[in-house]
Antibody, heavy 123, light 109 residues
Framework: QITLKESGPTLVKPTQTLTLTCTFSGFSLSTSGVGVGWIRQPPGKALEWLALIYWDDDKRYSPSLKSRLTITKDTSKNQVVLTMTNMDPVDTATYYC???????????????WGQGTLVTVSS | QSALTQPRSVSGSPGQSVTISCTGTSSDVGGYNYVSWYQQHPGKAPKLMIYDVSKRPSGVPDRFSGSKSGNTASLTISGLQAEDEADYYCCSYAGSSWVFGGGTKLTVL
């Protein structure tokens, strides 16, 4: 069974750095073709892709947010961590982690999703 | 990199068919056969319904189908059912990143 779960602070202050952890089970991030990434969704708004890290440590970032994002993996712990610097109220959103390739076998398909975690940015 | 363009809403009666469009550019939808569609019910995580333009994951009813022509992809839902009422998002690989559509709210009348 494939599961992903996001964890991290529910409230951060403006200008602070957000650190989110995705803990997963049912697959390995050392398997060729597998990736884990992050997507966010502001309340009532659309999904926005943020970042992805592949099994071989290849990292991809949203061009518009690249300067603020860092994604890393700890294969032994089955975890992927996303950090986002200089948080602003407009970054208030539900943050999801998700896999590529695990269910679909497609290198470029985001397939399994976690339940998401709501992060509010407010002073 | 701009969001893909989807209609804000579509509707249909039970048993009917609806099609949701997703328009991008030659840098995303038109350039790759890596378009996927997600269904999202309120308060829930998105669920993969179609990938690689027209492939269905195991467990997704064959009422759901996908296609692409040029820079526009489409999701067709036939034999509408009440449980199909949800938000639908398209997503395309864009070379080194991914881009989502603005979402379409499907109402089953």
């Amino acid at each position: 069974q494939i599961t992903l779960k996001e964890s991290g602070p529910t409230l951060v202050k403006p200008t602070q750095t957000l650190t989110l952890t995705c803990t997963f089970s049912g697959f390995s991030l050392s398997t060729s073709g597998v990736g884990v990434g992050w997507i966010r969704q502001p309340p009532g708004k659309a999904l926005e892709w943020l970042a992805l890290i592949y099994w071989d440590d290849d990292k991809r970032y949203s061009p518009s947010l690249k300067s603020r994002l860092t994604i890393t993996k700890d294969t032994s712990k089955n975890q992927v961590v996303l950090t986002m610097t200089n948080m602003d109220p407009v970054d208030t959103a539900t943050y999801y982690c998700a896999t590529t390739s695990v269910g679909s076998g497609s290198y470029y398909t985001i397939d399994y999703w976690g339940q998401g975690t709501l992060v509010t940015v407010s002073s | 990199q701009s969001a893909l363009t989807q209609p804000r809403s579509v509707s249909g009666s039970p048993g009917q068919s609806v099609t949701i469009s997703c328009t991008g550019t030659s840098s995303d939808v038109g350039g790759y056969n890596y378009v996927s569609w997600y269904q999202q019910h309120p308060g829930k995580a998105p669920k993969l319904m179609i990938y690689d333009v027209s492939k269905r994951p195991s467990g997704v009813p064959d009422r759901f189908s996908g296609s692409k022509s040029g820079n526009t992809a489409s999701l067709t839902i036939s034999g509408l059912q009440a449980e199909d009422e949800a938000d639908y998002y398209c997503c395309s690989y864009a070379g080194s990143s991914w881009v989502f559509g603005g979402g379409t709210k499907l109402t089953v009348l």
